[in-house]
């Protein structure tokens, strides 16, 4: 069954340090996102990108993140200046035709030092 | 703005019981989809079951159910004959039909199936 996938698995950075996450979605799907979850909270939304371009975003992805579909298959978020508080498991997921079901990849565990 | 409130941080359940996840939302919205996620420990989401809102019959997926209550805003997953597999992180989300974009996820519930 296909899957999405993320590399990599744990991400070691330090503050300040620019970080990029990459994502290989479902080879026909068409929308993208991104998600965090800081240790022991609730998963939050990030961004979605569609056709070439964020199609909606939240408050958390400030002027600091930034998605690139850089080719037909990888899907990357970059984080331009590290913070302490950026250490989560960041997850990406993908739909396809049936745009209500995001598979989601296994994350990248993300810890700023 | 909608929101997705899960009131059980932890819970647990025999093997081979029955126990039920509660989860509630709020929302203006007619139309929109409800999602339960299982998060095991190797962080990996996981759908495990969906309802559309304007669909009356409750979805079901062999061990996996929920009670969908509209009026209520109320979206319960119910796990039977549980297994020792089945201890992971529970996620209720929300999708807003239109806006299909933005996910809202509850705060989880962590569930631990006991031999």
């Known amino acids: 069954e296909p899957e999405v996938t993320q590399t990599p698995s744990h991400q070691v950075t330090q503050m300040g340090q620019e970080v990029i996450l990459r994502c290989v979605p479902i080879?026909?799907?068409?929308?993208f996102y991104w998600y965090r979850q800081i240790l022991g909270q609730k998963v939050e939304f990030l961004v979605s990108?569609?056709?070439?371009?964020?199609?909606?975003k939240s408050e958390i992805f400030d002027d600091q993140f930034s998605v690139e579909r850089p080719d037909g298959s990888n899907f990357t978020l970059k984080i331009r200046s590290t913070k302490l508080e950026d250490s989560a498991m960041y997850f990406c997921?993908?739909?396809?035709?049936?745009?209500?079901?995001?598979?989601f990849g296994p994350g990248t565990r993300l810890t700023v030092t | 703005a909608q929101t997705v409130t899960q009131s059980q941080p932890e819970m647990s359940v025999q093997e081979a019981e029955t126990v039920t996840l509660s989860c509630t939302y709020d929302?203006?919205?007619?139309?929109?989809?409800l999602f339960w996620y299982k998060q095991p420990p190797s962080r990996q989401m996981i759908l495990v079951i969906r309802?559309?809102?304007?669909?009356?019959q409750n979805a079901t997926e062999n061990r996996f159910s929920v009670n969908f209550q509209k009026a209520a805003k109320s979206f319960s997953l119910k796990i039977s004959d549980s297994q020792l597999g089945d201890t992971a992180m529970y996620f209720c989300?929300?999708?807003?039909?239109?806006?299909?974009?933005?996910?809202?996820f509850g705060a989880g519930t962590r569930l631990t199936v006991k031999p």
């Open positions: 997921a993908s739909t396809g035709s049936s745009i209500y079901e995001q598979y």
């Open positions: 929302t203006s919205e007619n139309n929109y989809y």
């Open positions: 990108f569609y056709n070439n371009e964020i199609s909606e």
């Open positions: 989300a929300f999708m807003n039909w239109v806006n299909n974009n933005d996910m809202r």
């Open positions: 309802q559309e809102a304007y669909k009356q």
């Open positions: 080879s026909n799907h068409l929308y």
